[in-house]
């Protein structure tokens, strides 16, 4: 046989193959397995070791005499490789001293480097002990390979083989078993020493249940008499099936908490209703059952909070108003970040106009007070433009400060903050800002040098470059007549505009663009409206807030990657526009903003088994009352550094099985003893 297995012979299994193959089994299964050793024979010996253990088995004539292993103790573990190589030496030779001493034997290992010990001169204290164990043997020390030495190797790693040590993991071996809701019984088969079975605790219920459902005790009566279809069957264990599948009877309290043991599990952590149908289905069954789950995964608040949205986004598109005059109703928003020029820059303020889409992009340094700022405004914006009817910003502390809404206020001016964290709010801002930003880094490259000298040069491209949504430059839109430029002259030669002329000149094109404007609005609604979905809300509603793990979310108290998608829920206040909510915050989230846009809430699914019938609660004079256990689910510890205390895992009354909590096992037990009871006779 074993030449079949060697490179470029056929593989030919013909009768004396078979004969030896058979013989091989005879030999390895019948008596007498081990051989008496002969006195002035030669023995050998093969040792190994490997990270749990120690083995090793004694030859003589190639029949085994005896085999050896052992563990290592702890402080093994700790052992180099080499150390537990000859380590294996050590042990074999003295579990067989008394076949060893006086006798020549061969020792074979598969650590080539013990074949020098005899001739190393720097040993370590453990070495140079063992060495003098060595001395008293008369042997040789060779190599043997390790995929030859399968004998010793596999000695080496057996593990709690004993039935000694069996019993020492008993207690361990139950406590894992108990965390995986599974429950024991005994059984003795033929010649097995013991047996034990293993079944989830909630199939032990359904099938105790099933005895007080009324509908599966007619189907039971009807399987009696074979008056019913053939998809339905009773096992030996008297539970009724249907196409194998196990009934479970028509109990809330049951199939809840079979729900909550299949979503909150540690070995299947919040599934879809999809799944989670296609996995409880191949073992139960009962009527709407494809419901049932779908109800209770969307009533589930952690997948509320943790899963992503799949649908379209919510809110359709609104439009800013369009403004009436020029610099009547303007953006502003900041761009930092930005490399530090020779003058201490290192950002702009950009101010667009609704109108018109002229824009001027104003160098600024970020610790600039808003004193500096509110100077910067009067000197650029105010004085060429006049006082703005509106402003529409995003919440930088910057424009909500106290002083700049100040301002405003004396200067008549109406300031609108964007909901929050929605910047789409200010859409024409961020968008003027990303061409400003390529504008900027094309200059570096092209030119080199401070990007603060090419500003002036960026929003003199901008504004005399072509807008779609106006049909013409922002510049003309603003003046009422092109910009001469190196690229395009214009000869306006002697034609001049006068009195009325210039005036219904200039309203004509101000109607031409609003006109414009209202087309390229209404368009873009309908692009974006096919992309989402309308969502309302009523006032009292209870909904979660989305949060970004990068931006405001450390407002919320969460940090990181693995922070929930949504907090809350919280209630709304009022509707304060189309598709913007006002909600009511806890009191540790005051300083963020109130008003949520309809794209970053999602409505909270309620729980039906919070709602607790106030008849069924007893209240005490001091408006206080006594929850009262109803089952223990499950048992425990809590470790510390120093003790270890056990406890349980409880289901209080009027609260849903996801609400257990753990108690101290020695309080319950000297309150509530019953409990303990009926919680031992569901684990036998």
């Known amino acids: 046989m074993t030449r079949l297995t060697r490179k470029g012979v056929k593989f030919d299994w013909n009768e004396e193959c078979e004969n030896a193959f058979q013989e091989l089994k005879r030999k390895l299964t019948t008596t007498p397995v081990l051989t008496a050793p002969i006195s002035g024979e030669l023995f050998t010996i093969y040792c190994d070791a490997s990270t749990v253990g120690l083995g090793c088995v004694l030859m003589q004539q190639g029949k085994v005499v005896a085999y050896a292993s052992r563990q290592l103790k702890q402080h093994e573990r700790n052992y180099p490789a080499h150390d537990l190589e000859l380590a294996a030496v050590v042990f074999a030779l003295k579990t067989w001293r008394h076949y060893l001493y006086g006798e020549k034997f061969e020792v074979y290992s598969d650590h080539k480097s013990l074949k020098y010990i005899f001739t190393q001169k720097d040993l370590n204290s453990r070495q140079r002990r063992w060495m003098e164990t060595l001395e008293d043997y008369d042997f040789a020390l060779h190599y043997h390979p390790e995929k030859a030495n399968v004998v010793a190797d596999a000695l080496s790693r057996k593990s709690y083989g004993q039935l000694s040590s069996l019993g020492l993991r008993e207690f361990e071996m139950h406590a894992v078993i108990e965390d995986f809701e599974l429950c024991l019984s005994q059984e003795g088969r033929g010649s097995c020493l013991y047996s034990i079975s293993a079944r989830p605790m909630v199939i032990q219920r359904i099938v105790e249940a099933q005895v007080h459902d009324e509908f599966l005790e007619k189907v039971k009566t009807q399987l009696v008499v074979g008056e019913i279809d053939e998809n339905w069957s009773m096992y030996e264990d008297g539970s009724v099936r249907f196409k194998g599948r196990l009934c479970v009877p028509k109990d809330v309290e049951l199939r809840n908490e079979l729900l909550a043991d299949a979503h909150r599990a540690k070995y299947t952590i919040h599934p879809g209703n999809t799944k989670m149908y296609q996995d409880l289905k191949r073992q139960f069954w009962w009527s709407r059952m494809k419901r049932d789950i779908a109800q209770f995964v969307a009533n589930c608040q952690i997948c509320q909070q943790v899963k992503a949205k799949h649908q379209r986004p919510a809110g359709l598109l609104q439009p800013l108003p369009i403004p009436e005059w020029k610099w009547d109703n303007i953006t502003m928003d900041f761009v930092i970040g930005l490399p530090r020029t020779r003058s201490k820059k290192n950002g702009v303020w950009?101010?667009?106009?609704?109108?018109?889409?002229s824009a001027h992009f104003l160098a600024m340094k970020t610790t600039d007070s808003m004193n500096s700022l509110a100077k910067l405004y009067i000197q650029e914006i105010v004085r060429l433009h006049g006082i703005p009817v509106s402003i529409v910003s995003d919440r930088d502390p910057k424009f909500t400060s106290q002083f700049w809404q100040s301002l405003q206020r004396a200067l008549g001016t109406q300031l609108n903050f964007s909901t929050a964290f929605h910047p789409q709010t200010d859409g024409q801002s961020e968008r003027v800002i990303q061409i400003l930003e390529d504008m900027l880094r094309a200059c570096v490259l092209d030119f080199g040098r401070n990007w603060a000298d090419y500003l002036p040069l960026a929003e003199f491209a901008y504004n005399n470059s072509y807008q779609s949504s106006i049909g013409m430059a922002p510049y003309e839109a603003l003046y009422g007549r092109p910009c001469r430029s190196p690229l395009c002259w214009i000869e306006m030669?002697?034609?001049?505009?006068l009195g009325p002329e210039i005036v219904q000149e200039t309203t004509k094109k101000i109607q031409l663009i609003k006109e414009k404007l209202k087309t390229a609005q209404d368009r873009q609604k309908s692009y974006a409206d096919k992309r989402r979905?309308?969502?309302e809300f009523e006032e009292g509603d209870l909904v979660f807030v989305k949060v970004s793990p990068r931006r405001g979310i450390f407002r919320f108290g969460k940090k990181r990657k693995l922070a929930p998608r949504f907090v809350g829920p919280f209630q709304i206040d009022k509707r304060v526009g189309p598709v913007a909510y006002k909600l009511i915050l806890p009191q540790q989230l005051s300083l963020v903003h109130d008003v949520f846009h309809v794209l970053m809430l999602r409505k909270c699914t309620p729980n039906?088994?919070?709602?607790?019938?106030?008849?069924?609660?007893?209240?005490?004079?001091?408006?206080?009352?006594?929850?009262?256990?109803l089952r223990i689910l499950e048992a425990g510890e809590h470790r510390f550094r120093n003790k270890v205390i056990p406890a349980v895992k409880v289901w209080w009354q009027h609260h849903g099985i996801e609400e257990a909590t753990w108690e101290p096992e020695e309080e319950m037990r000297r309150h509530y003893p019953q409990l303990f009871y009926e919680f031992k006779g569901k684990l036998v």
């Open 350 to 357: 950009v101010i667009v106009d609704h109108l018109t889409k």
């Open 493 to 497: 030669g002697e034609s001049h505009l």
């Open 533 to 535: 979905r309308p969502l």
């Open 608 to 629: 039906p088994t919070w709602v607790v019938d106030l008849q069924d609660v007893q209240i005490s004079e001091d408006t206080s009352y006594v929850e009262e256990p």
